[in-house]
């Protein structure tokens, strides 16, 4: 048992030295990859490398499952999306055809606040039983002003409402 250890061990040790050699030889004369070195056919190779902050200028649509190597179809991007909103598009579940859009709220404080609040009254909770009583309270109203609605997001929303096959 130790003599296969030992083998186990040293087949180990050459195994990290390979992929450290390897490592360090790519580093030091290895050409850069380009944006799809295996010629693969999903959407993360479609960008450049390294990829943009938001990866695709246009969403783009795909009409199969290997959207790289399938023929160009239409429509190739989405159309219609508002660029002043978090809006969102949403697709039904077995034909990806578009259904809805969701226009997602504007960043606030209250996530924050609401995580704070939970985390002292699970912490508190841990000491004494009135550690959930006490720090509920801040928790109940930071999570109620979070998902009180507000008449400005919500007329923008029903403003941006529309059909998602018409731009």
């Known amino acids: 048992m130790n003599l296969l250890s030992t083998i186990g061990a040293a087949m180990l040790a050459v195994g990290v030295a390979l992929f450290v050699w390897n490592a360090w030889h790519s580093r030091r004369h290895g050409v850069p990859a380009g944006a799809d070195p295996w010629q693969a056919n999903t959407l993360e190779w479609a960008t450049a490398s390294p990829p943009p902050a938001a990866n695709f200028v246009a969403v783009p649509v795909v009409h199969g499952r290997d959207p790289l190597w399938d023929p160009p179809a239409t429509p190739t991007h989405v159309a219609g999306l ?13 034909d990806a055809q578009p259904d809805h ?16 609040a939970l985390t002292a009254l699970f912490v508190a909770s841990i000491f004494t039983p009135w550690g959930v009583v006490w720090p509920a ?15 400005d997001p919500t007329e923008k929303a029903r403003a941006l409402e529309r059909s998602p096959l018409v731009p």
């Open 82 to 94: 508002a660029v002043d909103a978090r809006e969102v598009l949403v697709t039904t579940v077995l």
């Open 101 to 116: 859009r969701i226009v997602f709220p504007v960043p606030t404080i209250w996530p924050f606040l609401s995580a704070l």
């Open 137 to 151: 309270i801040p928790a109940t109203i930071a999570l109620t002003l979070w998902f009180w609605p507000r008449r």
